[in-house]
Every structure is written in structure tokens, then in C-alpha cells.
């Protein structure tokens, strides 16, 4: 989020960000896509879509929803 820049992991392999804890370091999640919410110049948050079902790759449709959400969240936070 630091660097605001969008993930994205379209493979469903090990290179995740871990967004959940889990106590038994398993993988509940296979996909994702995490989007920055930018106010101001500043993140202050993000929008994350994951998927569970092991088929399923992020594609560009979930990265613009994902960027539509974060586009909507940062100008309300602005106003």
C-alpha cells in the first residue's frame, strides 16, 4: 500500500499476500486482487477481492471493479 500500486495475482500459486491470519498457516485464499484507496495524495486504505475456489483467476474485470471501488471510496473521503 505504501507504494500505491495495485496487486494482483492472477495465478493461483504461492505468491499471495497474506491478508487473513490463520492459525494453521493454510491457504484459504487462491486468488486476489488488492487496490489502494487514494485520498489526497494519501493511501488510507484498500479495496481487496478474494477468491476460495481454487479455478478461479483475477481477471481485468475484477482489477476494475476492484479500481472503480477505490476511485469511488478515495473522492468520498475527499469531500
Avoid at 498457516?25 to 476460495?52: A, F, T
Avoid at 479455478?55 to 469531500?79: D, P, Y
Amino acid at each position: 500500500m505504501d507504494d500505491k500500486e495495485k496487486y494482483t495475482s492472477r495465478e493461483n500459486n504461492d505468491v499471495s499476500i497474506p491478508i487473513t491470519k490463520n492459525d494453521n498457516r493454510e491457504r484459504k485464499y487462491n486468488s486476489q486482487v488488492v487496490y489502494p484507496i487514494i485520498s489526497d495524495g494519501d493511501v488510507i486504505g484498500s479495496v481487496i477481492l478474494l477468491s476460495k475456489d481454487s479455478s478461479t483467476k483475477m481477471t481485468e474485470v475484477e482489477q476494475k471493479v476492484a479500481q472503480s471501488a477505490a476511485s469511488f471510496l478515495g473522492t468520498q473521503m475527499e469531500i
